[in-house]
């Protein structure tokens, strides 16, 4: 029987309401006889019998306030735990879980506002996720920019040289008009070779370019790895 009780005193907002008021107006009415028994038969008093019914209401009246309202502080705490379990998922605190402790439309609520409190604090673990992948990138995209700038000032500088050795011989053939034919042609030949060696460097630089690209196509071949090792050592 308590337990049909509870599961009834639990599973409706209204029933929950109804049984409470019954519970008030039972206990209101239990004091109500008892003081119109006192007031006719224990405590006689010259008071007409308007006035006895009338103390006996508004005493019982209070009674049946009291009583409700004792009954219904359950549920009215309970109502003050969803509202601060929802003003703290409202400030960023996803880790609330309400405690359901009733079937009713108040437990749906709770039951919600946890659901909602998963909810969002795995959209907050997913765009930490998010967050990291973009700094990951980020660094990575910075890294690339760095290696990248200094890739430029090693290839400008190993291409000045050559290029400076080149400018120089060509000057002072261009301007030493002094120089005797084999001069001039050793000169000229050392500018010469600085030139290919350039060529080749400007070569190297372009096929670097091409590699770095994502959308080259490789030719692949089979190949006699032994033979490879051996010609490699």
Not at 24 to 48: E, K, M, N, W
Request: hydrophobic fraction near 45%; proline fraction near 1%.
């Amino acid at each position: 029987m308590m337990q049909k009780l509870r599961k009834l005193f639990i599973s409706s907002f209204k029933w929950r309401l109804l049984i409470n008021i019954t519970l008030s107006y039972l206990v209101a009415f239990l004091i109500y006889s008892i003081l119109g028994i006192v007031f006719d038969r224990i405590i006689p008093i010259a008071v007409p019998n308007e006035m006895r019914y009338a103390l006996c209401y508004a005493i019982s009246f209070i009674v049946f306030v009291e009583i409700f309202f004792k009954l219904i502080d359950f549920t009215i705490e309970y109502i003050r735990k969803l509202r601060r379990s929802i003003q703290q998922v409202t400030s960023g605190n996803y880790g609330v879980q309400c405690d359901v402790e009733y079937d009713d439309e108040l437990g749906s609520l709770a039951a919600n506002i946890n659901v909602l409190s998963k909810t969002l604090l795995a959209k907050e673990k997913e765009s930490e996720k998010l967050k990291e992948k973009e700094r990951a990138a980020l660094d990575i995209e910075r890294n690339a920019e760095r290696q990248k700038n200094e890739l430029i000032t090693n290839v400008a500088h190993d291409l000045r040289t050559p290029l400076t050795t080149i400018v120089g011989y060509l000057e002072l053939i261009k301007d030493d008009t002094a120089l005797s034919k084999e001069d001039v042609h050793k000169y000229s030949g050392i500018a010469y070779e600085k030139s290919i060696r350039l060529q080749e460097m400007m070569d190297d630089l372009f096929e670097f370019t091409k590699l770095d690209n994502a959308d080259i196509k490789l030719n692949k071949s089979m190949i006699n790895l032994s033979g490879l090792i051996m010609q490699m050592t």
